[in-house]
């Protein structure tokens, strides 16, 4: 799994699981913590921020 921090533009942590499980399914992301302004997640490929709240991943 992969470390990644993404801004808060995400939203709560509600959205945000809702946004990762459309990319990687259910389990397969986790949610660590806030911190600051932004969201510690681990993820099993980096994620490429695309601004306005998008994101997506190298295959």
């Given at each position: 799994?992969?470390q990644?921090f993404l801004?808060l533009?995400?939203?709560?942590?509600?959205?945000?699981?809702q946004k990762?499980e459309e990319?990687?399914?259910?389990n397969?992301?986790?949610?660590?913590?806030r911190?600051g302004?932004?969201?510690q997640?681990?993820?099993?490929?980096?994620?490429?921020?695309?601004?306005?709240s998008?994101f997506?991943y190298?295959?």
């Amino acid at each position: 799994m992969i470390q990644q921090f993404l801004t808060l533009e995400y939203g709560n942590k509600k959205k945000l699981k809702q946004k990762l499980e459309e990319y990687f399914g259910i389990n397969n992301y986790e949610v660590v913590e806030r911190s600051g302004n932004q969201w510690q997640i681990m993820v099993p490929r980096k994620l490429k921020e695309v601004g306005g709240s998008h994101f997506f991943y190298d295959l």
